[in-house]
């Protein structure tokens, strides 16, 4: 336990309970700090791969772009529409910030590092998930809305759909790692990059990440949002604060996806040298950078988040029944054979990911 | 102490919920009720030690059977007024019956028969009890006949389901093949005509 001071003064039960919130707050902050500015990342690397310049005016290179947002639509006015259902209105972004907030939770950041070492936390986080779908459903309705209720429709059947093939791909993970535990699953991908799960369970991976991308809502699975179709969506109907709390789940989602996907399949904070640099080489100053750590983690995770901006920037947009035709006719037949096939490398036991 | 002001808050929560449920005239908060319910539900089964159980029930009823559920009622166009009319009508009856139900349940599952004397509280398990491990130790040994038993008749739904919905409409269905879209040729399509830019004198009158 970390020495906090004044944290004796306080009676035993609330000093977990402080300890609890802190933790907390240690890693709320810099998520929400990481989705500021990966809104200012995707700006300027789509305007890079558009040729053109992107934000570039608030601050060096435009690097106050983000807070300069924030504010402005922290005092933009509130609209409630008229014939809205007021209270589910306002719910609606708050729940799709709680499921979006809570599922990181059980995510390790290191050996240990974490909030919740739960024993079924790939279970936990699958269901936190399955949570944000309400928000976007409740928006569509609560705003009295046509666009809305389309917009919420549209995404509603699309991530039921594709939890479906999530949900087989983590199933593989579960299979090779022999654990529910988000610790244990790297753990198990211990010894350089050979033995990370993505070789392994490279069609599972490959569906999880497409299905991350339609879960979030992203391109080129924003049916949801499809502005030259239907305005924007579930939330045409927000303004101010609360667009951007629905802005803000959206953020954090592409985050947990990429965090989930560097942690199941490219071994979280392991690093690939693992193994293949001796020990001498990892005492210098070099060492600690190819040693596992928290950084290798970080790198991993900002992969992935270039990958949601690549898509974005490169991929027009799916049509509605060829999302759903991909989902349920060739993601859920891919992950069901392999998962078989995982089932019979397991038996026969194949190095170096099942001996 | 702690865990017991959890489970009354929980349990408070769920009975709300749940004669909300019943009770609000609009269908989609009486969905939006169950949801509730289902996840106070999870809750007081997490009280238990019961965690696979648990994250399912918010995995399958909250995440994917409520979603299909407000998915339906949202396109349904419910007359509520229709839906109450004859209300004072059929009060007394419906006290009846609940009052029998209630009677009925508090026979079957009241202290008599399941109190602390008869069936003991389940035991603490530590830290490193995992209920998944447990579930799936005893699903495959001890109960793997009624559980293949089970999801055959799941399969058999499956099945069943799809020849429904293909059912009669089966000749005449209006799909769409991808194949054959992908595989279109401009040639079978567009026909380029080479007309006269002018048309001869003859023509104009």
């Known amino acids: 336990m970390p020495e906090i001071p004044l944290l004796d003064l306080l009676p035993s039960g609330l000093q977990t309970l402080t300890l609890i919130l802190l933790k907390i707050i240690a890693i709320v902050t810099p998520l929400l700090l990481c989705v500021a500015y990966l809104t200012y990342a995707e700006r300027r690397v789509i305007g890079f791969m558009q040729v053109r310049m992107g934000p570039n005016r608030v601050g060096p290179i435009g690097l106050l772009q983000p807070i300069a947002d924030a504010v402005k639509l922290a005092f933009k006015e509130l609209i409630i529409p008229a014939g809205a259902n007021r209270f589910l209105f306002i719910l609606a972004p708050i729940i799709s910030l709680s499921a979006a907030l809570s599922a990181w939770a059980v995510v390790p950041f290191g050996p240990d590092r974490v909030l919740a070492d739960i024993n079924a936390g790939l279970l936990y986080i699958l269901a936190m998930t399955s949570m944000g779908i309400y928000g976007v459903i409740i928006a569509g309705w609560a705003s009295n809305s046509k666009y809305a209720l389309l917009g919420a429709m549209r995404s509603a059947a699309q991530m039921v759909s594709y939890e479906i093939a999530m949900g087989f791909a983590l199933v593989g993970v579960l299979m090779a790692a022999g654990s529910l535990n988000l610790g244990e699953i790297v753990n198990a991908q211990a010894g350089g990059f050979g033995h990370w799960f993505v070789w392994p369970l490279l069609p599972l991976f490959v569906v999880y990440f497409i299905s991350g991308v339609a879960e979030t809502n992203r391109a080129p699975f924003d049916v949801s949002e499809g502005e030259s179709e239907i305005v924007a969506g579930f939330h045409v109907e927000y303004s101010g604060m609360s667009f951007s709390v629905f802005f803000m789940a959206e953020y954090a989602n592409m985050i947990l996806i990429s965090v989930l996907s560097s942690t199941m399949f490219l071994g979280g904070w392991l690093s690939p040298f693992e193994g293949l640099v001796s020990a001498e080489t990892l005492a210098s100053p070099l060492g600690s950078l190819l040693d596992s750590g928290f950084h290798w983690f970080v790198f991993k995770v900002a992969l992935f988040l270039f990958f949601y901006l690549w898509f974005r920037a490169t991929f027009p947009r799916y049509r509605y029944d060829q999302i759903m035709r991909l989902g349920w006719k060739v993601f859920i037949p891919v992950t069901l054979v392999w998962i078989f096939v995982i089932g019979v490398a397991i038996a026969a036991g194949i190095g170096p990911w099942f001996d | ?205």
Do not use: C
């Open chain 2, 1 to 205: 102490m702690v865990e017991q002001l959890v489970f009354y808050a929980l349990s408070g929560i769920l009975v709300f919920a749940g004669s909300m449920v019943v009770t609000v005239r609009n269908p989609i908060h009486a969905a939006l009720f169950l949801v509730l319910s289902f996840f106070t539900t999870a809750g007081i089964w997490l009280l238990l030690d019961a965690e696979f159980l648990a994250m399912t029930l918010v995995l399958v009823y909250v995440g994917a059977v409520m979603v299909l559920f407000l998915f339906v009622i949202m396109m349904l166009d419910v007359n509520l007024v229709v839906l109450r009319e004859g209300f004072s009508r059929y009060l007394p009856v419906g006290i009846l019956i609940a009052v029998l139900l209630g009677l009925e349940l508090s026979m079957v599952v009241g202290a008599s028969q399941f109190g602390l004397d008869i069936v003991p509280a389940p035991a603490h398990h530590g830290a490193g009890y995992s209920n998944i491990e447990e579930l799936g130790s005893v699903l495959y040994t001890v109960y793997v006949y009624p559980f293949e038993i089970a999801s055959v008749l799941l399969l058999v739904a499956i099945v069943a389901a799809i020849a429904l919905s293909l059912g009669e409409h089966r000749k005449n269905r209006k799909g769409q093949r991808p194949e054959e879209q992908v595989a279109v040729n401009r040639k079978d399509r567009v026909r380029l005509v080479q007309m006269a830019a002018e048309r001869p004198d003859s023509d104009t009158p």
